[in-house]
């Protein structure tokens, strides 16, 4: 089993930046791939950014890319996700998710999930 824990999320004008932290334990976190989903009330839960376990590939939705940033550090059993200017469409519940496949852009692809942090970007 891996338990997730998110942190970081937060109010934030346009064009600020926030940084996500996801801090896991139990099984082998360097042998996972993590990724963040986002999720707005009423929408599906949508892929937002993966890493390998290596950290040396990533993935972004297009939505984000070039304003976010992937990363991990598997001496401390955390990812993290840095988001640059910010836009109100991007507040939502940020979720970290971990699997040992990487490629998954679903949230059926992910096996083990965390609770949650809120992100809001006021205009």
């Known amino acids: 089993q891996v338990q997730l824990e998110e942190s970081g999320g937060g109010l934030v004008q346009a064009g600020g930046s926030l940084r996500l932290t996801c801090t896991a334990s139990?099984?082998?976190?360097?042998?996972?791939?993590m990724a963040w989903f986002r999720q707005t009330p009423g929408k599906e839960r949508e892929f937002v950014a993966a890493i390998t376990w290596t950290g040396d590939g990533t993935d972004y939705a297009d939505s984000v890319r070039g304003r976010f940033t992937i990363s991990r550090d598997n001496a401390k059993n955390t990812v993290y996700l840095q988001m640059n200017v910010l836009k109100p469409e991007d507040t939502a519940v940020y979720f970290c998710a971990a699997d040992a496949v990487y490629g998954g852009v679903w949230p059926r692809d992910y096996n083990y999930w965390g609770q949650g942090t809120q992100v809001t970007v006021s205009s």
């Open positions: 139990g099984r082998t976190f360097s042998r996972l791939s």
